[in-house]
Structures are given as structure tokens and as C-alpha cells.
């Protein structure tokens, strides 16, 4: 089933954490960066963001929203180092990196697929996890076939492993770098080694995929056999590529959500929307709203999924349980209780997001770890504060027996 593509972009996620102490000075490296901007938010410019995230939400991830001219006049007149501070006391920081200018192509070289990086940001959370956005869009003229290829490619694209002969058959060449060993030393230029997130367990080989395919009208319409184009999705949903034989049983309900037209498919390492031209709101409004409110949604969720991980392993090696504690309790109160949106399809968006993430299953393992590692801190220090009462019960006794044996002994 050949099915050709109107519009398409993919972001590609490559989540890293900075350590605690060492955030400042990482926010610090990329104010001092010349290639890294700092990404302010406007009222005026992003309305769609001000109108979808409720207030609580919108402080923490946006709060640069409520900046005037003036408070902007301010924080550009700080130092580097101060304006590094300034950052690393709020909830999130955003940067956009400037890419080199176009390498000229290689003359010669039709084979494989070709791609342009079109944007690269940089997410930081206070938590010291942070995310690089890389987006990428394929050359005109490329099927849907193409888009299931250089997806399952690229999100392995720094992955140690030994391709597989269906990998190694896909060739992807870009005009940004010489080649996608250069792509690798950016990513590593940029998030450094990444060492906490491999002794948390996370897996630091394979990027995220959230992307967007529009199809044109003559490959998704009234006509169109809906099973083939199902499986078709299925690839796009779980990053296969387009030689994958997939069986008939597609119909995961908890993972797609389908409405005419557009399909949103869901699983840990991607989130993915198919949309069809027949609709002309897929590329005059979902195309912007799925980039922008979409993107930080997920990236929001993404954060909370990592942060969980991260507190557990904490847990695990912490010998001071009070400050444990107090990070638990601490993203209770001001981030998990809190709801992202009250947008009829934001809402709808944000229970795939969370079931796809295990939220809820990693949020109710990791209280039931707090509970356990809570009890035994108050009996060891109950047996510390029991241990401190018999040994100056026994000082007392030890001075008054002395006391007795003075005044008795001496007569």
C-alpha cells in the first residue's frame, strides 16, 4: 500500500540528567554558548499556550508569559553567571540551538533517504533533567514508507548494538553534518556523557520519537481500505520499519485514539499522529497545536515519568532520608496533584500520556517504597532516642549511687 505524505516532521528526544549540584554551572555553559539562545514566551505571540495549560502548570513551565519589557531589560543586563542563578531557582528553562549552515551535498549520492534538521532545543527542568528536541523533516516528495524507515533508523541512531540487516539497509544522509558520527558527537556535545541516567537503569541508547504525518487525500479518504491503513499506523505507532508484517488483530484501543481523519497512536517511546488532507484542519491547525501545546504536554509527562525513576533510585542509595523525604513530598505537593489542561482533546491526551509514561504504576511503587523506608526511619530513630534515654537514665543512676556512696561512705 503505497501511501504518499503532504506534510511530516518527526522530534526526536533524547532525555539526560545533569547532576543536582552541577545544574547552575550546566545552565551556565549554555548561556556562555553562542550557538544556544535563551527562549523567552509571549502573551501575545503564544496565545495557544497561555489559553491550554491551566495557571499552576503555565507558572512553572512558562513563566517567562509574564515578563514585561521591563523585568526582560533586567534579567538581559545581569551577568552570565547571575542570569545562570536567576535560571536554575525556576521550574523549567528553554533554549534554542542554532544549527551550522547547510553542508553542500554530496554529488553522486542518490541512495537512501534524505533529511533536514530543521530546530534543536534544549528543555531543562530544575530537577536536572533536561531533553534535546532535534526536529527533522524528510525531502519533498517522500512516501509514508520513507517516514517508517527513517524513524525506526534514527531513534537507534547512537545505539552500540550491531545493526540489523533491515537498519543497515536503510541509508539516512543529511546536508547538516558529513556524516551521523558528526550527528553523535553534537548530541554529545550538547548533554554530555549521561552517566547518572545509565547508573538509574534508563536507556541512554535509543531517542524518542514523537512525529507528524499528514497524508494527502487520494492515500486517506472515504475509498480507503482501512485495515491496510491500520497497519501501516501500527508501524508508525511502534517505530517499525516498512517491510514489518504485521497480523490482522490491530485494534489496540488503550494505545490509538481515533477520530475521522487523524489517529493518535501512543506506546513508551513514541507518541505519533496520522492525519489525512481530507480534513483541511490537520494542516492549518492540528499540524501547529500537536508541535507546540502537544510537544511540552508530553515532554511534561516525560519529566514526571524520569523524575519518579530518579527519586527511586535516591531511595535506594540515600543515607539521609529526611532530604529524600523532602523531594518526595515536595513533588507531590507541587507537581503531581496538579491537572495540565482543562482542553477537551488536552485532556483526553494527557490519560494516554500518563497510562503509556506507567505513571501511576511507578508513582503508587514509589509511595509504597516512601511508606516502607518512612516506618523504618521512625523506629531507628525511636531506638536513637530510646538508646539516648537508657544511657542518661544510666549516667543518672551511675552519678547518684556515687552521690550515695560520698555521703553514706564517709561516715
Given at each position: 500500500m503505497e501511501l504518499k505524505t503532504k506534510y511530516q516532521y518527526t522530534y526526536f528526544i533524547y532525555p539526560y540528567i545533569i547532576e543536582q549540584k552541577q545544574y547552575k554551572d550546566y545552565l551556565y555553559g549554555l548561556l556562555k554558548n553562542k550557538k544556544c539562545n535563551l527562549k523567552l514566551f509571549d502573551r501575545k505571540k503564544d496565545v495557544e499556550m497561555e489559553s491550554y495549560f491551566l495557571p499552576e502548570i503555565k507558572d512553572k513551565l512558562f513563566w517567562s508569559l509574564d515578563l514585561n519589557k521591563e523585568a526582560i531589560k533586567n534579567y538581559e543586563k545581569m551577568d552570565l553567571k547571575m542570569k545562570a542563578t536567576v535560571l536554575a531557582k525556576k521550574k523549567a528553562a528553554f533554549f534554542e540551538y542554532q544549527l551550522e549552515e547547510d553542508i553542500p551535498g554530496k554529488i553522486g549520492e542518490k541512495n537512501g533517504i534524505f533529511f533536514d534538521m530543521e530546530k534543536v532545543e534544549i528543555v531543562c527542568f530544575h530537577?536536572?533533567?533536561c531533553f534535546l528536541l532535534i526536529k527533522t523533516v524528510l525531502d519533498s516528495g517522500s512516501s509514508f514508507s520513507d517516514v517508517l524507515n527513517f524513524n525506526y533508523k534514527f531513534?537507534?541512531?547512537?545505539?552500540?548494538?550491531?545493526?540489523?540487516?533491515?537498519?543497515?539497509?536503510?541509508?539516512?544522509?543529511?546536508k547538516k553534518f558529513n556524516n551521523m558520527e558528526n550527528f553523535l558527537d553534537f548530541l554529545q556535545e550538547l548533554a554530555g556523557p549521561n552517566i547518572l541516567a545509565s547508573k538509574m537503569?534508563?536507556?541512554?541508547?535509543?531517542?524518542?520519537a514523537y512525529s507528524y504525518t499528514c497524508l494527502d487525500q487520494n492515500s486517506w479518504n472515504e475509498h480507503t481500505d482501512i485495515l491496510l491503513l491500520e497497519k501501516e499506523f501500527e508501524k508508525y505507532r511502534t517505530l517499525k520499519p516498512a517491510s514489518e508484517q504485521m497480523n490482522d488483530q490491530l485494534d489496540d484501543k488503550q494505545s490509538v485514539l481515533k477520530e475521522k481523519y487523524s489517529y493518535y497512536g501512543f506506546s513508551p517511546n513514541s507518541t505519533v499522529l496520522l492525519t489525512s488532507e481530507s480534513n483541511i484542519e490537520n494542516y492549518t491547525k492540528l499540524l501547529f497545536e500537536f508541535e507546540h501545546q502537544g510537544l511540552y504536554h508530553f515532554l511534561y509527562h516525560l519529566h514526571q515519568k524520569i523524575y519518579l525513576k530518579?527519586?527511586?533510585?535516591?531511595?535506594?542509595?540515600?543515607?539521609?532520608?529526611?532530604?529524600?523525604?523532602?523531594?518526595?513530598?515536595?513533588?507531590v505537593k507541587k507537581d503531581w496533584i496538579y491537572e495540565v489542561t482543562n482542553d477537551t482533546k488536552g485532556e483526553m491526551l494527557d490519560r494516554y500520556y500518563k497510562k503509556e509514561q506507567n505513571l501511576e504504576e511507578a508513582f503508587l511503587k514509589l509511595k509504597s517504597e516512601y511508606d516502607l523506608l518512612y516506618k523504618e526511619y521512625e523506629i531507628?530513630?525511636?531506638n536513637k532516642h530510646n538508646n539516648w534515654l537508657i544511657m542518661i537514665?544510666?549516667?543518672m543512676v551511675i552519678v547518684n549511687l556515687i552521690n550515695l556512696w560520698i555521703i553514706f561512705g564517709t561516715k
Amino acid at each position: 500500500m503505497e501511501l504518499k505524505t503532504k506534510y511530516q516532521y518527526t522530534y526526536f528526544i533524547y532525555p539526560y540528567i545533569i547532576e543536582q549540584k552541577q545544574y547552575k554551572d550546566y545552565l551556565y555553559g549554555l548561556l556562555k554558548n553562542k550557538k544556544c539562545n535563551l527562549k523567552l514566551f509571549d502573551r501575545k505571540k503564544d496565545v495557544e499556550m497561555e489559553s491550554y495549560f491551566l495557571p499552576e502548570i503555565k507558572d512553572k513551565l512558562f513563566w517567562s508569559l509574564d515578563l514585561n519589557k521591563e523585568a526582560i531589560k533586567n534579567y538581559e543586563k545581569m551577568d552570565l553567571k547571575m542570569k545562570a542563578t536567576v535560571l536554575a531557582k525556576k521550574k523549567a528553562a528553554f533554549f534554542e540551538y542554532q544549527l551550522e549552515e547547510d553542508i553542500p551535498g554530496k554529488i553522486g549520492e542518490k541512495n537512501g533517504i534524505f533529511f533536514d534538521m530543521e530546530k534543536v532545543e534544549i528543555v531543562c527542568f530544575h530537577t536536572g533533567i533536561c531533553f534535546l528536541l532535534i526536529k527533522t523533516v524528510l525531502d519533498s516528495g517522500s512516501s509514508f514508507s520513507d517516514v517508517l524507515n527513517f524513524n525506526y533508523k534514527f531513534k537507534d541512531i547512537q545505539s552500540k548494538a550491531l545493526p540489523s540487516k533491515t537498519q543497515e539497509a536503510i541509508k539516512i544522509q543529511t546536508k547538516k553534518f558529513n556524516n551521523m558520527e558528526n550527528f553523535l558527537d553534537f548530541l554529545q556535545e550538547l548533554a554530555g556523557p549521561n552517566i547518572l541516567a545509565s547508573k538509574m537503569n534508563m536507556d541512554t541508547e535509543k531517542l524518542i520519537a514523537y512525529s507528524y504525518t499528514c497524508l494527502d487525500q487520494n492515500s486517506w479518504n472515504e475509498h480507503t481500505d482501512i485495515l491496510l491503513l491500520e497497519k501501516e499506523f501500527e508501524k508508525y505507532r511502534t517505530l517499525k520499519p516498512a517491510s514489518e508484517q504485521m497480523n490482522d488483530q490491530l485494534d489496540d484501543k488503550q494505545s490509538v485514539l481515533k477520530e475521522k481523519y487523524s489517529y493518535y497512536g501512543f506506546s513508551p517511546n513514541s507518541t505519533v499522529l496520522l492525519t489525512s488532507e481530507s480534513n483541511i484542519e490537520n494542516y492549518t491547525k492540528l499540524l501547529f497545536e500537536f508541535e507546540h501545546q502537544g510537544l511540552y504536554h508530553f515532554l511534561y509527562h516525560l519529566h514526571q515519568k524520569i523524575y519518579l525513576k530518579k527519586l527511586n533510585y535516591e531511595f535506594q542509595k540515600s543515607q539521609k532520608f529526611d532530604k529524600v523525604k523532602e523531594e518526595f513530598l515536595d513533588f507531590v505537593k507541587k507537581d503531581w496533584i496538579y491537572e495540565v489542561t482543562n482542553d477537551t482533546k488536552g485532556e483526553m491526551l494527557d490519560r494516554y500520556y500518563k497510562k503509556e509514561q506507567n505513571l501511576e504504576e511507578a508513582f503508587l511503587k514509589l509511595k509504597s517504597e516512601y511508606d516502607l523506608l518512612y516506618k523504618e526511619y521512625e523506629i531507628s530513630k525511636n531506638n536513637k532516642h530510646n538508646n539516648w534515654l537508657i544511657m542518661i537514665i544510666s549516667i543518672m543512676v551511675i552519678v547518684n549511687l556515687i552521690n550515695l556512696w560520698i555521703i553514706f561512705g564517709t561516715k
